[in-house]
Structure formats: structure tokens, C-alpha cells
């Protein structure tokens, strides 16, 4: 495995943000009984969530509750579950109790009857019928497929398309993205390593120092807050000299497709699925399948000697960066909280190319994540405590 030289990145992991325990962590000693109390903030993004989650049991259920609400479009249930499980990401130690969570916040009832159902029975009835019903099987199974989002999986069910086979025999036409996506089904729905990404980095890193010497390449996504695997691999590019950057993308887009025939990899897809709405499409932005060579040890007895991953490529201005950073390393949930505090605290507005502060009137500049945060009034958490 080849190591990404992206020098500026690993300084940012590695520059000793010292691990605070921020969580008020007390020990009720009564008789018989030793109850954990938490006292934790409201906002993700003033909370240290590590990878490191004693409530797995609990965060499962809420998170494919939420998933199944953010397939069928209900949004405000999906971010209310998705609230819930961060908070309980971010406790110090196991809940085995209810009285544990009394007086602590983004709890709301239904989420508390999932949880009371957990720590009582084990599972919970909601989530098992759920993980049970044709319906979320369906949608699983459908929008596993690269391309393929809760709407048009929503639309193909009510024709009666259930799995893969139903798709392919059903003579729908598929984009250019689905096409693909399908194809190459069982590599994406594979979950990528560490060392794939730090492969794919170095092709990009290439790619990217062949047709702009100077540019930088950032791993961000979940790799940058320390996951040790995703659905796909997200990098930031930029240059030091504002302008450069722009064109790069189409270029680099261009260089990999040139590659083909080599070891490592083509562009299947230069526009991919539905730009996403929201603040996301400003950017020059490339979601690809790239074609990744395997080791010899990973050879799998179909002698495949490659597999296709999902990769997300973002160009960003020199001026934009540490606001592209901060955007592009999540998690989801931890870039929705720190906008919902912008607004609801501090009246600035948040996005990834910018802060804007409503009472000054102006846009506040920044070239690091830390000044990012500070003008935020939160104190800097590094990227492997955001994984709300
Ligand atoms: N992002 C966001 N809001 C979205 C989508 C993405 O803020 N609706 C940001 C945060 C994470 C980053 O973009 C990359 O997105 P994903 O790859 O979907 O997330 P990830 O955390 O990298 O997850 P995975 O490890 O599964 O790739
Ligand atoms: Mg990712």
C-alpha cells in the first residue's frame, strides 16, 4: 500500500488537538444500584463524538430508522432520529438504563420508545418489522445502486420493481450513472478500505500534479475523520495561486480517462446521478467510478484482478478551502448541526465556500478550520471527533 503524500492533511490529524473529555461524567453510588448520569450539549457540533461508540445497540436502531424515514421522504423524522442516535454516539459509557437519559436532549418520545424497547427486549419491534417489510428491502436494495435515489426507487416499487432482476427484465431506461451503477453492483455496495483509499489518492494525487503541477489534494469524507472504511473515497482539490484552479477539474477528468489502459483507472462517469440540491452544486464537482487494481492476495476466485469504487472529486479555490474542508469532512449530521448553529446561534450562514455574518453584514475569511470555529463561538474539534 502506497502512502498518500498529502503532507498538509496529516499535519492537521496529527498537530495534538488534545483529547478533552467534555462529557460530565457522574457515578450515583446508591445501594445495589450505580447510575451513570450525562450532561451533554445540544448541538452536535459541540460534542466529541470518536469512533469509539458504546451504544451501538441503540445508535443501530435509531440509525436504520432513520434511513428508512430519509427513503420514503420524510425528512424531519429522518434528522430527528439521526439527532438521537449522535447523541448517544457521544456518551462516555453504555446506557442500561432509562433513567440514565432523563433530562438529556435530542431525545423525543418515539425515539425514546425505540431505545426503551432496545434496553428491555433486546431489539426493537419497530426496527425488526421495518428491516422485515418488502417495502425498505426494496428501497435497500434499489438505491444501492449508484445513481439511483429515494425518489426514482420509490417510483420503481410502485411499478411493482422490487430487486435487481425485476429492474433488469423491466426494460427501464437507465442513465449513464445507473447503467454503471448496476454493472457495477457488488464492488460498490462493497465497502472500501483504508488502503484502497490511500491507493486512489495517490492516482489522484498524479492525476492531478500531471495536469497542474502544485495543485493539492485533500482526503476528506469519513477517511479524513479516521473511518477505516466508506461507501466511497471524497478528496478536495485545490491550488495555492487563486484562479488556478479553474478548468482543473474537466482536465483531470480528462488525464484519468487517458489512463485506461494502465494499471489504474478510468472516469466511468463524468456527471454521474442528480446534482444534489442545497448548498452542495456550486462546486466543480466529479463523482467517478474509478477502476482500482487488486493486490494479488485479494484476487477472489473469479480472477477478478480489479474492482470499481465510488470516488467524489471537488475543486475548490484557494480562498474557499478551509470552508470546502470543513464542508467536504463531515460526518452529515455534524455539517447540519454546525449550519443550524450558525444560523439559530450566531446569525451567520454557513456553507462550503463561505461564512456570512447577518449582523456585520459581511463575509468572514478564514484559511483554517480552527478560525472557521472560532468565529463560530465553538471551541475546535478535530476532524476524528466529528463522527456525529
Ligand atoms: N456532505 C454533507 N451533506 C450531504 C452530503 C455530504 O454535508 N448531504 C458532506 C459531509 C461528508 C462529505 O460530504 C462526504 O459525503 P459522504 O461520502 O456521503 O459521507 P462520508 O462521511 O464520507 O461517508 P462514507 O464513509 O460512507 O463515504
Ligand atoms: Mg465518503
Redesign the pocket.
Known amino acids: 500500500v502506497h502512502l498518500l503524500d498529502v503532507s498538509w492533511y496529516t499535519e492537521s490529524m496529527h498537530a495534538g488537538h488534545p483529547v478533552e473529555i467534555t462529557h460530565r461524567h457522574k457515578l450515583q453510588s446508591r445501594p445495589f444500584t450505580e447510575v451513570a448520569l450525562f450532561s451533554v450539549s445540544s448541538y452536535a457540533c459541540q460534542r466529541r463524538t470518536t469512533l469509539d461508540n458504546h451504544n451501538s445497540n441503540l445508535t443501530d436502531a435509531l440509525s436504520l430508522l432513520a434511513e428508512n424515514a430519509e427513503l420514503s421522504n420524510e425528512d424531519g423524522r429522518g434528522v430527528a432520529f439521526r439527532r438521537a442516535a449522535a447523541l448517544l454516539k457521544a456518551l462516555p459509557t453504555q446506557v442500561i438504563s432509562m433513567s440514565q437519559l432523563r433530562g438529556l436532549p435530542c431525545l423525543g418520545e418515539h425515539s425514546l420508545r425505540v431505545i426503551k424497547d432496545v434496553l428491555e427486549n433486546g431489539v426493537s419491534s419497530e426496527v425488526e418489522s421495518t428491516k422485515q417489510s418488502k417495502r425498505y428491502k426494496a428501497l435497500k436494495i434499489l438505491t444501492g445502486i449508484f445513481g439511483v435515489g429515494a425518489k426514482t426507487a420509490d417510483r420503481w416499487i410502485r411499478e411493482g420493481i422490487y430487486n435487481l432482476e425485476q429492474l433488469r427484465d423491466s426494460g427501464q431506461t437507465l442513465n449513464r450513472a445507473q447503467k454503471a451503477g448496476l454493472e457495477h453492483y457488488d464492488d460498490l455496495n462493497e ?2 478500505t483504508k488502503a484502497e483509499a490511500d491507493a486512489i489518492g495517490e492516482i489522484v494525487q498524479k492525476a492531478v500534479n500531471s495536469v497542474l503541477p502544485g495543485s493539492e489534494v485533500a482526503l ?6 479516521g ?1 477505516l ?6 478528496f478536495l482539490i485545490t491550488h495555492p495561486e487563486e484562479g488556478k484552479e479553474v478548468g482543473l477539474m474537466p482536465k483531470v477528468v480528462a488525464w484519468l480517462e487517458s489512463q485506461k489502459t494502465t494499471r489504474n483507472s478510468y472516469l466511468e462517469s463524468k456527471d454521474g446521478p442528480a446534482r ?1 440540491a ?1 448548498n ?1 452544486d456550486r462546486f466543480e464537482r466529479c463523482f467517478s467510478i474509478f477502476k482500482l487494481t487488486k493486490r494479488k492476495e485479494q484476487e477472489t476466485a473469479s480472477h477478478k484482478i480489479w474492482r470499481a469504487v ?1 470516488v ?1 472529486l471537488v475543486v475548490s479555490p484557494i480562498s474557499q478551502f478551509a470552508f470546502a474542508v470543513l ?6 449530521l ?3 448541526e454546525l449550519r443550524r448553529w450558525a444560523g439559530h446561534e450566531k446569525n451567520m450562514s454557513l456553507s ?1 465556500h463561505a461564512l456570512f455574518d447577518n449582523t456585520q453584514n459581511k463575509y468572514l475569511r478564514a484559511t483554517s478550520e480552527e478560525e472557521i470555529f472560532a468565529y463560530l463561538g465553538l471551541e475546535y474539534i478535530p476532524p476524528s471527533e466529528r463522527n456525529a
Open positions: 465497502p472500501v476528506t469524507g469519513g477517511f479524513r475523520r473511518k472504511t466508506g461507501h466511497d473515497v471524497d444534489p442545497s452542495m465510488r467524489d464542508g467536504w469532512t463531515g460526518s452529515k455534524f455539517e447540519r462550503s
